[in-house]
């Protein structure tokens, strides 16, 4: 299609939705769901008036086409010209109506960073079959996770960190077949990570952190391939650290700090020449440090601290490409630190507390 042509469909469709309006059933739903928040310092719904919900309504769009609402997005953090002219960021309290689930062909709902939002997720949330995206971020919602979550195929972002969020991630988790991102950070689940999370081959990041959850760490997830940023700290996670994490070619951060992990450290991790931030710090973990570091190793933060490490520290480190930041403390390590590179820039902190270390940066042997 010509560019002239283009401009004036877009131009004919912006025109049909202004004239027609959106959606009666829409707009009655999106009502009903303002009517369940308060939001005292802004004014964000003071534009929610009129019976056109698809012109300037804040947050909310429509197809041009259908004049169907397809976004409610409401975020308390933004640039926009309505929280730089108070200079603050938002605030709002309430709970999300399950009228939101009247919208039917929503595909993104952002309602996030607003501190004092309560209540439950609605779970019929679950029969909005074209939602892309559920951003509820930064909020106090609890109760649990919708069981049937498994249902939303469509689904590419969910990110409920930072609420309170309790029970354990519903098994049907793993049939969200195009999920990309997940965020369940910092909320109070518990149980066990499902066994076959590794179903969610989309997945580019999965954050688990600051949670309960239980159980062993489960293998599957080394078949997401696509995987880069796995983050499980500050849990409660027993077990060993599965060595096929070390044969993820995409994997470049993994955080499993602060559980209850034992057994070894396996070689594969550290070999990993793609792995730029492993931190294993906060554990159980025995044995020594696998000597393998080569000229590929390229470790932005390497933290193997608060363990029971045993023997030298690996030599191998000294041939490594880069090593930012490396914390071996609180072991029980022994004998010459090795000299040369990344040593030569590290602090005494990242070497204190073992058994029996000396050499530079510590005191001479």
Known sequence: MAPFLIIVTAILAAATVAVNGCSPADRAALLAFRKEL??????????????????????????????????????????????????RSGYMSGKISPAICKIEHLTTLIVADWKAISGEIPPCITSLSSLRIMDLIGNQISGQIPTDIGKLQRLTVLNLADNAISGEIPPSIV???????????????????????????????ALLNRNQLSGSIPVSIAKIYRLADLDLSANRFTGSVPAEFGRMRVLSTLNLDSNSLSGQ???????????????????????????????NSYFMALDLSYNGLQGRVPGSLCSAKYIGHLDLSHNHLCGSIPMGEPFDHLEASSFSSNDCLCGNPLKTC
């Not at 086409?65 to 926009?80: A, K, P």
């Open 38 to 87: 308060t939001e005292p310092y802004l004014g964000v719904f003071d534009s929610w008036s009129g019976d056109n919900c698809c012109v300037n309504w804040y947050g909310v769009s429509c197809d041009s086409t259908t004049g169907r609402v397809t976004d409610v997005n409401l975020r308390g953090e933004s640039e926009d010209v309505i929280f730089e002219s108070t200079g």
């Open 175 to 205: 049939n969200l077949a195009s999920l990309k991102h997940l965020d369940l950070s910092n909320n109070r689940l518990s149980g066990e990570v499902p066994a076959d999370f590794g179903k969610l081959t989309m997945l580019s990041r």
């Open 265 to 295: 450290i396996p070689s594969t991790l550290l070999s990993n020449s793609g792995m730029g931030i492993l931190n294993l710090s906060r554990n159980g973990l025995e044995g020594t440090i696998p000597d393998v570091f080569g000229p």
